[in-house]
């Protein structure tokens, strides 16, 4: 079984901060690329950003490019997504999910194989 704990969520004025983490644990695994995702109210789960198993590549959706950046520590088997700028057009329940014994990104929901509980962030003044 594997089990991802997110946190870091909470409410902030627009153009502020947060950072999120991610630790996965559970059972062992060779590889495996981490995402995260987010759903606001009424609609569908987004892609937001993904990093590979060497955590040299990272992908990011349009809407966070240049405010969004997503970093891995192999080590503490934990993965951040620090949030600059924020928008109101952020707040959403923010999710991550890991591809196990994979090595490359992916913006496609379908391609994780578990996720985490959800934190929410809400952008509001």
């Known amino acids: 079984q594997v089990q991802l704990v997110e946190s870091g969520g909470g409410s902030v004025l627009p153009g502020g901060s947060l950072r999120l983490s991610c630790t996965i644990s559970?059972?062992?695994?060779?590889?495996?690329?981490m995402g995260w995702f987010r759903q606001a109210p009424g609609k569908g789960r987004e892609f937001v950003a993904s990093?590979?198993?060497?955590?040299?590549?990272?992908d990011y959706a349009d809407s966070v490019k240049g405010r969004f950046a997503m970093s891995r520590d192999s080590a503490k088997n934990t993965v951040y997504l620090q949030m600059n700028s924020l928008k109101a057009d952020d707040t959403a329940v923010y999710y991550c999910?890991?591809?196990?014994?994979?090595?490359?990104?992916?913006?496609?929901?379908?391609?994780?194989?578990?996720w985490g509980q959800g934190t929410q962030v809400t952008v509001s003044s």
């Open positions: 559970g059972r062992a695994f060779s590889t495996y690329v």
């Open positions: 999910a890991v591809r196990i014994d994979k090595i490359h990104t992916s913006s496609s929901y379908l391609d994780y194989d578990y």
């Open positions: 990093i590979n198993w060497s955590g040299g590549v990272t």
